[in-house]
């Protein structure tokens, strides 16, 4: 298993601001993802976040509005820019371990109100 | 175009026995998950599944029918705690996770 930390937990936030989440592994992990679920949503695959090269983003999603770094195998950012009430959702952190099943570990989240 | 379906909400009874469907169609199939989220919480992994057949884990059991692009999440004994979200969540042949919207289950005393 893996443990993943995300900061912050929750925020609010004023319209047209930036806000950066941050997620940390304990242990190195290949594969991290960054999901969005809005409220009685499942979960939206933002985009796999790639050390050392650009993240790969879904249908919807644009590096401009949702940057993304991944510096190494333990840590990554995303951004949320230029925020509008609609980005108020839970932003989630996952990853995926080598040789397991495929199964996704999820860090907490962080809970973002855009007022 | 790929489809997760599961119901959007279920109510059982403390002590009961309920099953959650989960039927797909996805561009191959590379394993099905279940997870479960309580409210405000992450999603926790619960079962996976990639050989037809039921899984069987404590009080919850799981089951797949790839022929039927069908599985399910079976829960016995309910407590209190069971009520939660239940995704379930199928991995196409590109290895990308296809996620259902959930199924609300409601446990009464």
């Known amino acids: 298993s893996a443990v993943i930390s995300q900061k912050p937990s929750r925020d609010i936030c004023q319209r047209g601001t930036s806000l950066t989440i941050q997620c940390q592994v304990d242990?190195?992990?290949?594969?991290m993802f960054w999901y969005r679920q809005q409220p009685g949503q499942s979960l939206t695959l933002i985009a796999t976040?790639?050390?050392?090269?650009?993240?790969?983003?879904e249908s919807g999603f644009v590096i401009d509005k949702f940057p993304i770094s991944r510096p190494n195998l333990t840590f990554s950012t995303l951004t949320v820019s230029n925020m509008s009430p609609e980005d108020s959702s839970i932003y989630l952190c996952?990853?995926?371990?080598?040789?397991?099943?495929?199964?996704?570990?999820f860090g907490e989240g962080s809970r973002l109100t855009v007022l | 175009g790929q489809n997760i379906d599961q119901p959007t909400e279920m109510t059982a009874t403390e002590g009961a026995i309920v099953q959650i469907n989960c039927t797909y169609q996805?561009?191959?199939?590379?394993?099905l998950f279940w997870y479960q989220q309580h409210a405000g919480e992450a999603p926790t992994f619960l079962s996976y599944n990639v050989l037809d057949g039921l899984e069987e884990k404590g009080r919850f059991s799981s089951f797949l029918s790839r022929s039927k692009g069908y599985s399910y999440l079976l829960l016995k004994e309910l407590q209190m705690k069971d009520s939660a979200s239940y995704l379930c969540?199928?991995?196409?042949?590109?290895?990308?996770?296809?996620w259902g919207a959930g199924t609300k289950l409601i446990i009464k005393p």
């Open positions: 242990s190195q992990v290949t594969m």
């Open positions: 969540a199928v991995m196409d042949s590109n290895y990308q996770l296809i």
């Open positions: 996952s990853v995926r371990l080598a040789g397991e099943s495929g199964e996704l570990f």
């Open positions: 976040a790639n050390q050392g090269s650009e993240a790969t983003y």
């Open positions: 996805t561009s191959g199939f590379n394993g």
